[in-house]
Nanobody, 114 residues
Framework: QVQLVESGGGLVQAGGSLRLSCAAS????????MGWYRQTPGKQRELVAR???????TYADSVKGRFTISRDVAKNTVYLQLNSLKLEDTAVYYC????????WGQGTQVTVSS
């Protein structure tokens, strides 16, 4: 059974940083592309960062240069470092496997204040 548990969100001022974590179980982490998504009320969930098994990463234009995705295969955990946060980064953040979406976890709320 696949389980995705996100953590690390919080309230931060604009320009600040946060580090999100996603612990994955029931997935062969070593061969899975992992991604971070975010969703705001009334909008579709969007993929903001992705990391392939070889470590190759891609980012949405809106976060490029500010967010960094990484993974620890031994811990079955994927991270998202959020730097230079903007008000528009406020959202619930989720992780998943983009190639074959699993059941979504509860997400972690990131709120950026001015």
């Amino acid at each position: 059974q696949v389980q995705l548990v996100e953590s690390g969100g919080g309230l931060v001022q604009a320009g600040g940083s946060l580090r999100l974590s996603c612990a994955a179980s029931g997935i062969d982490f070593s061969i899975s592309t992992m991604g971070w998504y975010r969703q705001t009320p009334g909008k579709q969930r969007e993929l903001v960062a992705r990391i392939k098994t070889g470590g190759f990463t891609t980012y949405a234009d809106s976060v490029k240069g500010r967010f960094t995705i990484s993974r620890d295969v031994a811990k079955n955990t994927v991270y998202l470092q959020l730097n230079s946060l903007k008000l528009e980064d406020t959202a619930v953040y989720y992780c998943n496997t983009p190639l074959t979406l699993r059941e979504w976890g509860q997400g972690t709320q990131v709120t950026v204040s001015s």
